[in-house]
């Protein structure tokens, strides 16, 4: 009976946990898709409960009580901050697949219980586990630039970091062939550690979400090699989920900013930055908000690009207030998604979720393109490398060859951000001098609430 309640939950929970990722898929579902994941976890945790005498209660409300302590604070991040705080998370989780590992190698070591299947599963587990907490840290510290963002390289560092792997794995070959050759297991503990800082710091803070959800899904294939290590099915499967959609997101990433895998894990992609923000000063005109809403009054059609600068300056609530404006006129207006524009996947639909702005209004990157040319207004807000036209035709730029949204083929470009600064790559971007396009300097929160005042007719614009 007690078996058949578990299997019953533990299906229950993998079936939730596949419909919640479909419906994480949608910004109309994604709610949905979150109640079934908790849901899910409830599920399999009743599961787990039925068998107090393996998990004993006590530990379990202590892990409970520590778990709700530390993870309310982290839930309270604001979203900007959230690829570090989902880094930690990983991290968390890699360290519990190491530490499961390291409990049952040294449970099943005097008792003779390490068959061969088992330790093998161990070493993977132990192996993911450990590199995935140290990587997950290094990746965290980088996002929160409380360990320097910049590549971090010296020579002959991919040969060391596989060279140091290597020994881990071999390591791990040998447990199995011999697994109570116990010294071997803290050398496989170690390098794992060793190899996940290794492995973290020669990759730009750019690129860090991507690597984020790298470790995600190594984080999932440990999850899988503690399943089979506990004999766990639902284990097996969640982490089986969580290492693919990782894996798939990361492939997701590389595509948008046209960069293969070993670019990112080797490339030391950051460095050329700094030298790259350089170029000919060319003039750049500016307006005032007042301009801009008369502009925008007297468009047919508006296209919207956000970008990290709207995340950062929290101005999706005016953006919505200038949107409501212009709808009311009967103006069409469409919000340009591009996948990687702010600083994590998903990142303006999350924010223009927020003010409520009707998803239909989403248009993705490559739709959006083809209508840019009959677009009478382009406004960009806080955007930069993913509407940069040298993406398309600078063979020496960084970001040559990563998809953009043509904002410069509109009719007219007005573009909302503080200074002439770069964005992320750190280069230069010629949209902001072109012919057509007009500067609107100021935080983004700001302009676009005197856009609106301007719009409502309450006057008191940029003049
Ligand atoms: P971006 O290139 O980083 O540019 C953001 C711009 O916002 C800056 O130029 C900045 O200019 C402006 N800004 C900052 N604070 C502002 C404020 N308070 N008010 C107004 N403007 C403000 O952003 P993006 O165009 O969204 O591109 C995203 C970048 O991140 C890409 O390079 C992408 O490859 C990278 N990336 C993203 C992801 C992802 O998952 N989304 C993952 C990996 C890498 P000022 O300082 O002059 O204001």
Redesign the pocket.
Known sequence: MRFALTQISYLLAAGLFVFSLRWLNQPKTARRGVAAGVAGMAAAIFGTLLYPEIVGFGWIAIAVAVGTIAGIPLSRVPLTAVPQRTALSHAFGGLAAGLVGTAKYALWLPEGALTPFRTGAIAIEVLLGFLTFTGSLMAAGKLQEVIPTRPITYPRQNLINLTLLGIAVASGVWLVIDPTRWMLFPVIVGLSLLFGVLLIIPIGG??M??VISLLNSYAGLAAVAMGFVLDNKLLITAGALDGSSGFILSVI?CRA?NRSFTNVLFGAFGQVQVAAATGEARPVKSATANDAADYLEHAARVVVVP???LA??Q?QHRLREVYDQLTKRGIDVKFAI?P??????G?MNVLLAEADIPYESLVEMDDINRDLPQTDVVLVV??????NPAARHDKSSP?YG?PIIDADKAKMCLA??????????GIDNELYTAENTLMLFG???AMLGEIAKALTGEGGGGH
């Open positions: 750019a690129d979400p991507t990433m900013m970008g990290y600068g950062v300056a101005a591009h990687v524009a702010g600083r994590m996947p990142h806080g955007a930069n490398d993913v509407v970001i990563m909302i951000k503080r200074s002439m600064n770069p964005g992320f790559a935080d983004a929160k």
